[in-house]
């Protein structure tokens, strides 16, 4: 992303993928916004401005996860997902809280690894065709300095015909059904090491037993692969000797640290209610665990420790049984923004058919277009689809956009299956070949509950 992105720029860029929810683009492109505006702050004061976290409020199918998730791509930033359910008190069945921190680390060192590793890429193929070539047509041995040749000079390159009609060979595919034998560098001692860690482990400690037997661990393993294989694995073989891995996990850290973005799904779902009892304990106490890591705190991860005092977390929730201010006070005051999300309608359904970069109509028509069949969506057949959707919606339960993946799903069905037989034809979806396919389906309640 662009470091001089305004929140007003964010939002168009939200505008390509999700449809509606102004509020709620608004005040993640702030929240988005503000990082960069921290960046700029001078002196001891650019450690005391905290993120603002924000809470999602509505039904399921609204959009409050896309929202996040194309936040984080935007900013190119360290993105978790994570259900608030699956936590509990720490030392009963379920995942320790901190486990959030973990996985928000490692996704950070993938991200950053594999920007690094675009850089050098081409170095890597480069080196991985020779040693391809090597494979194919063994270099001569012996060699080495003439006699007069000073030292300190490398001998001249010597330009093997051979090798160069090879490697036009290889490069036009020529060579593709060829085997060869590769050594290639494998992980071994990983049981052993899944075997003793677990729950409660110090990851520190496991961080240096993983190092430790890795590195031991390590061994070559000669392998029988096609030749195109065989140059895949070479170059990830040379991307991983070309990268520096400690500043990698330097930037890795300090990415998830300063620009991390994790989104607390079904947070509502670890509200304590009035009219429930036994379970409320647990959990307060998945809350209770979870402050320390949302108000700023240090854990012990594999890459070393990593503080969360500027990670951006973005909880959401329906809240059907429960409020926001059901939370224990000192999560509330966490959260300061609470944004409600709106129930999509109709109207919503047809512009999310049609609008965004990745809509669904735009999707089933690549899909089709790979047998050969090419699909024409008539705007009255997007608007009987629109209209089928809601009105199951508001019948049976209200999944929001969800209802649409059902309901093409259904209508697409006989093509979807037939369409590597029938052949190179264009076939124009219609009102009429919605009603034919959805429209005694749509009317019956019983068979729209459990099919739609």
Known sequence: MSSSMTPAQIVVELDRYIVGQRDAKRAVAVALRNR????????????????????????TGVGKTEI?????????????KVEASKFTEVGYVGRDVDSIVRDLVEISVKLVRDEEAAKVRGR????????????????ATGGGNRFGDRPDEASPQVIDPTREKFRAMLRDGKLDDREVEVDLTEESGGPLVQMLSGPGMDEGAMGGLRDMLGGLGKKAKRRRLKVPEAWRALTEEEVDK???????????????????????????????SHERGGADVSRQGVQRDLLPIVEGSTVTTKYGPV???????????????????????ELQG???IRVELEPLTAD?????????????????????ATDGVTIEWTPDAVHE??????????????????????????????????APDIGTQTIPITKAYVDERLGALAADDDLARFIL
């Open 242 to 272: 070309l990268l520096d891995h400690d500043r990698v996990t330097r930037d890795a850290v300090i990415r998830a640290e300063q620009h991390g973005i994790v989104f607390l799904d079904e947070i509502d779902k670890i509200v304590s």
């Open 307 to 329: 503080k969360t005092d500027h990670v951006l977390f973005i909880a959401a929730g329906a809240f059907h049984t429960a409020k926001p201010s059901d939370l224990i006070p």
């Open 36 to 59: 960069w505006r921290r960046q700029q702050v001078e002196g001891a004061l650019k450690d005391e401005i905290a993120p603002k976290n924000i809470i999602l409020i509505g039904p």
């Open 124 to 139: 890597a193929h480069a080196a991985a065709e020779e040693r391809v070539l090597d494979l194919l047509l063994p270099r």
């Open 385 to 418: 689809l629109a209209r089928i959707a809601a009105d199951v919606n508001a019948r049976t339960a209200n999944i929001g956009a969800r209802r649409l993946h059902t309901v093409l799903e259904r209508l697409l069905d006989d093509l979807l299956y037939n």
């Open 68 to 80: 996040a998730r194309r936040l984080a791509k935007l900013a190119k930033a360290p993105f978790c």
């Open 334 to 336: 966490r959260f300061p």
């Open 348 to 368: 919503d359904f047809v512009r999310i058919l049609t609008e965004p970069k990745n809509a669904l109509t735009l999707q089933y028509s690549a899909l089709l």
